[in-house]
């Protein structure tokens, strides 16, 4: 039986479990098989630096109340976030890494900076 590259498939010479003829193709096969899980990730995780960087430069001080157009307006995606954290009141916060907020009522947030522990 005669070995092909998974890749190119050009005939193998040497072992007889070789499954690409050179790095070249190795390399190029897996790249190609993980591009589009890699896209999934870079983009979420793009979003998620983005909706940060939004928290952060609408709250310097630490805490402050803020507009759900305001948000939105700056690209804020609210299907996504790293956590949430429920307080003793039942209030359910949604973080972006550090920063967070609270939906409150008639469409504001109130929006925090978890302290470092």
Known sequence: MEGRCLHCGNKLYGRVDKKF???HCRSS???K???GVESIIRSTNYHLRKNR???KELNPNGKV???HKTLRDKGFD??????TITNE???K???CYEYGYLPLLNDFFFLVKKIAS
Not at 78 to 83: R, W
Request: net charge neutral; aromatic share 18%; glycine share 4%.
């Open 93 to 95: 916060y949604y973080f």
């Open 89 to 91: 009141h039942g209030n």
């Open 53 to 55: 960087r939004i928290l």
């Open 21 to 23: 003829c050179d790095s």
């Open 78 to 83: 609210f299907e996504l976030h790293t956590s």
């Open 29 to 31: 096969y897996h790249h």
């Open 33 to 35: 098989n993980e591009r």
């Open 65 to 67: 109340r803020c507009h």
